[in-house]
DNA sequence: CGCCAAATTATACACTCGTCAAGATTTCTT
DNA sequence: AAGAAATCTTGACGAGTGTATAATTTGGCG
C-alpha cells in the first residue's frame, strides 16, 4: 500500500515528494531517449539509482509516475524565451536572438522536444493523457503569444491573427524542423531559422522582402549592429 | 519459411500480394484505431477473417506489416483535393470547398489522421519508419503545394513564401485542431476553418479582412492548362 | 479419386510487461 | 541503544508480446 502523504509530518512530505520529484526526473530521461511506448518501469528504474520495485512505493501506477514526470517537463520549458523578451529593445534583436534560441534548442534538447511530440500523439488515443497535454500546450502557446505580442510592440504592428492560431502554425514549423533533425540533416537548424523568420514577418503584414519598421522605440538612435 | 513470391507462378504472385494487401488494410483499421504503440498482431488478425499465425506467412516480420500497411493508407490521402483544384475556377470557390474539405476528413478521418501523426513522431524514434514518413510528408506537401499554386492564380498573387515552408504551417494547424476534435470541443472544425482561412490570406500578402481580389481570370481560355 | 503444395490453424516458446507483497535495510524517534 | 516507522530490494505472478513450427485444411490437377 502507498503511504498516503497526508498523514504524514511536514519534514516527511518534503522528502518523499522530494523523492518523487527524483524518480520523476529519471523518468523523464529515459521517456526522452526511447520513447513512451518503449518506456518500461524497470528501465526507468535502472537509469536511476533504485530498483522497479521502488516506484510502486512512491506512485500509485505507471500513469501516476508519466503524469508527474510530463507536469516536471512542462515547469522548464515554459519561460525559455522570457528574459530574451525583456531584454531585446529592438526588433532585429528579438528576432535574431529568438530565431537563433529556437534553432539552439530544437538540436540540443532535442530529445525533450521529440518527447513532447510523442506525448502529445498519444494523448490523440489515451484520454488520460489529454488534460495535461492541454494544459502544457496552452502554457506554449502563452510563450508565443508573449513573444509574438513584443514583435509587434517593437515594430509598430497591428495584431492580425489571434494568439491562438499563430501558436500552431510556429508549432508545426518546429515539429517539421525536428525530424528532419533527428534524421542527421543538418541544415534542419537554419531551415528553421529561415521560415519562422518568413513566419514572424508574414503575421505582421510585412512582405519578406520588407525591412522591418523598427518603429523608433524611444529613441531610434542606434541603428547599428544588424544581426 | 515465408514463400518466396518471385518463385511462384504469375497468377499465385496476384493472390499473394491480393492477400497480403487485405491483411494491410485490416491492420490499418486497427492502427487507426488503437494507434501504433498497441497494435498486436493478435489483434489486428482478430480484426481480420485470420488467425495470428497467419500474418508471419505473408510479412517477414511485424515491421513488414507495419510498413505495408503505411503505404497503403498514403495511397488514400494524398489526391484528396485535386478534383477540387481542377474544378474550381474563382478564388472563393476554392477556398471554401478547400475548408469545407479540410473541415470534412478532419472529423470524419479524424482515426486515420491521428495514426499518422502518431507514426510520425514514432519516426522520431524508431530510425526504420523515417523513410515512409519522409516520403508521406512529401507527398502531402507536394499536395498543399498544388492547392496553393492554384490560390494564387485565381487570386493573382505572388508567391512570398515556399511550398515547403508552408506546408508544415498548414499541418500544424490541422494536427492542433485534430487534437481539439478528438477531445470532444464541437468548434474545432470551424476553429480550423477559420484558422487555415487566415493563413491563406496572409500566405498570399492579403490582409485578413481584405476582399480577394479574385483578379477576373479575363480570358480563363489563355489560361487552361496549369496544373 | 488421390496427391501434393499452398494456405491456414493451433500450439509452444522465450521474453517483457505492470503489479504486488513479503522480507531486508535504513532512518528516525524516544 | 531499542523499537518503530519509513524506505528499499527481491522475487514472483499472470497477462501479453513477437516469433517459430508442427498439424490441419483447402484447392487444383493428373
Redo the contacts with the bound molecule.
Keep these: ?1 502507498t ?1 498516503d502523504p497526508e ?3 511536514r ?2 512530505i518534503d ?2 515528494t522530494e ?1 518523487r520529484n527524483e524518480l520523476a526526473q529519471a523518468a523523464l530521461m529515459t521517456l526522452a531517449e526511447i520513447g513512451y511506448a ?8 535502472q537509469n536511476s ?15 501516476d ?1 508519466i503524469t508527474c514526470s510530463v507536469r516536471q517537463y512542462k515547469a522548464e520549458c515554459v519561460t525559455r524565451y522570457d528574459t530574451l523578451i525583456a531584454a531585446a529593445k529592438r526588433f532585429e534583436d528579438l528576432e535574431s536572438g529568438f530565431l537563433k534560441a529556437l534553432a539552439t534548442t530544437m538540436c540540443d534538447d532535442a530529445h525533450m522536444h521529440r518527447l513532447w511530440y510523442d506525448l502529445r500523439s498519444q494523448a490523440l488515443y489515451e484520454e488520460e493523457l489529454r488534460q495535461d497535454v492541454a494544459f502544457i500546450d496552452q502554457s506554449l502557446s502563452d510563450m508565443i503569444a508573449r513573444v509574438t505580442a513584443r514583435f509587434r510592440l517593437l515594430a509598430g504592428a497591428p495584431q492580425i491573427i489571434s494568439d491562438g492560431e499563430m501558436y500552431p502554425m510556429y508549432d508545426g514549423l518546429f515539429e517539421h524542423y525536428l525530424l528532419k533533425h533527428v534524421s542527421g540533416q543538418p541544415k534542419a537548424a537554419s531551415e528553421l531559422k529561415a521560415a519562422v523568420r518568413k513566419l514572424i514577418r508574414l503575421s505582421m503584414g510585412m512582405s519578406g522582402a520588407h525591412r522591418p519598421v523598427t518603429k523608433a522605440i524611444k529613441h531610434p538612435s542606434a541603428r547599428r549592429g544588424r544581426n
Excluded: C, N, W
Aim: glycine share 2%.
Design positions: 500500500m503511504t498523514r504524514l509530518p519534514r516527511q522528502k518523499f523523492r518503449r518506456a518500461s518501469l524497470r528501465e526507468i528504474a539509482q533504485f530498483t522497479h520495485g521502488v516506484l510502486h512505493y512512491y506512485f500509485k501506477d505507471k500513469f509516475l
